[in-house]
C-alpha cells in the first residue's frame, strides 16, 4: 500500500508518499481500506517531533479515517466485509489501508457519507468526553468554546446545543463568528479585539461560563480561570498557547472550580472503546437525523498532505480538512 511517512521531523515538506507494507490485521481488529482521512492538530505536532505515537501504534499519522471495511482479524463479530465505517486511530489514517481495533469503529452515520465522515472520530470523541463525559455539561448552562471555527469547536456547539446548552466561542474573524452563530452559538467574542472574560461577564450577567473547552492552554489558563462560573469546569484538551503556567489556587478554589487536563490518543484500547461506545450511543444518532452535522471546510488528495497541514497551521480553515484517496 501507500501511506504518508515521516522520514525526520520538519515542516509540512517532511510528509512524504511512499509505498510500504500492508498492516497486519490481528485478533480482535479489522483491516479498513481508507477512502479519507481527517487532519488534526496532532498530526501537526507528530510531523514537528513534538508528539510521537504510542507504543504498538502505527508510524504514519491520522487519528480518525473513514472507508469500507476490507477483512476482519479472529475474534470480531458485528463487522462484515464492505460496511462502511469510520474509526477512531492511535495512528495510521494516512494510508490505503489501517488495522483498527474493533472497538473503535463506527458506522457512517445517516447520509453523510464515507468522505465526510472521515471527519468526525476524532472531534466527537474528544468533545464527547471532555464536555460530557468528564465536565457534565447540562442543558440550561452555559459552554465557552475556545477556537469555535475549529472541527473541534464546530461539534462542540452544535453538541451543546442538541443538549440544551447556551454556547458562546471565541475565533479571530468576523466570518468565523458567523459560521459559529450559524451552528448555534449565541455568544461570539473576537478575541483579537475584545476581553473574553469582560465580553462573556457582559453577556452571563457576570455569571460566567459553567464549562470551558480550552485548546490554548497556558496563555489562557488565568483568563479561564476568571471566566469561570461557581461550580465550573475547566477541560483542557491543548496548549497551542504553551504548556507551562502559573495558577493562583485562591481564585479557584473560590469558585469551587475543576480543571481537567486529558489527551484521547494514548489511552488504552478499553478506554477508547468505551468512548466509541458512548458516542455510537449519544452522538450518532443526531447525526444519523441531521440535528448535527459534519463541517468540512476543504477536501485535499491525500498524496497532498502537506498542503492540508500548511491550511492547519495558517487557521484559515472552518470546520475539518479531510484528505480523499481521489
Not at 449519544?282 to 476543504?298: E, S, T
Request: glycine fraction near 12%; aromatic fraction near 4%.
Amino acid at each position: 500500500m501507500r501511506a504518508i511517512m515521516i522520514p525526520a521531523p520538519g515542516g509540512p515538506e517532511r510528509l512524504v508518499w511512499s509505498e510500504v507494507p500492508d498492516p497486519a490485521v490481528g485478533p480482535g481488529e479489522v483491516l479498513v481500506d481508507v477512502v479519507a482521512s481527517g487532519v488534526n492538530r496532532a498530526d501537526v505536532l507528530q510531523r514537528q517531533g513534538f508528539y510521537d505515537p504510542p507504543p504498538g501504534a502505527s508510524p504514519y499519522p491520522g487519528l480518525e479515517c473513514a472507508g469500507r471495511v476490507a477483512a476482519v482479524g479472529p475474534g470480531v463479530s458485528g463487522w462484515r466485509v464492505g460496511d462502511e465505517v469510520c474509526a477512531l486511530l492511535a495512528g495510521g489514517g494516512y494510508a490505503e489501508l489501517v488495522s483498527v481495533p474493533a472497538g473503535q469503529l463506527l458506522p457512517v452515520p445517516g447520509d453523510v457519507g464515507v468522505v465526510a465522515a472521515a471527519g468526525l472520530p476524532e472531534v466527537a470523541c474528544t468533545v464527547w468526553s471532555n464536555v460530557f463525559e468528564l465536565a457534565g455539561l447540562r442543558a440550561g448552562e452555559t459552554l465557552l468554546v475556545h477556537g469555535g471555527s475549529s472541527g473541534i469547536g464546530t461539534m462542540a456547539i452544535q453538541l451543546a446545543r442538541a443538549v440544551g446548552a447556551r454556547v458562546a466561542v471565541t475565533a479571530g474573524s468576523a466570518a468565523k463568528l458567523e459560521r459559529c452563530r450559524a451552528l448555534g452559538a449565541e455568544i461570539l467574542i473576537n478575541y483579537r479585539e475584545s476581553d473574553f472574560v469582560e465580553e462573556l461577564a457582559a453577556a452571563t450577567d457576570g455569571a460566567g461560563a459553567d464549562v470551558i473547552l480550552d485548546i490554548v492552554g497556558a496563555r489562557y489558563l488565568a483568563s479561564n480561570i476568571a471566566a469561570l462560573a461557581t461550580g465550573g469546569r475547566l477541560a483542557i484538551i491543548g496548549f497551542q498557547g504553551g504548556a507551562k503556567a502559573e495558577l493562583d489556587l485562591r481564585k479557584l478554589l473560590a469558585k469551587r472550580g475543576s480543571i481537567h487536563a486529558t489527551s484521547l490518543r494514548a489511552r488504552p484500547a478499553a478506554e477508547k472503546a468505551a468512548i466509541v461506545e458512548s458516542v455510537g450511543e449519544h452522538v450518532w444518532p443526531l447525526i444519523a437525523d441531521g440535528r448535527i452535522r459534519p463541517v468540512v471546510d476543504r477536501l485535499l488528495p491525500l498524496s497532498d498532505a502537506a498542503e492540508a497541514h500548511r491550511v492547519l497551521e495558517s487557521s484559515e480553515h472552518i470546520g475539518k480538512v479531510v484528505l480523499t484517496r481521489s
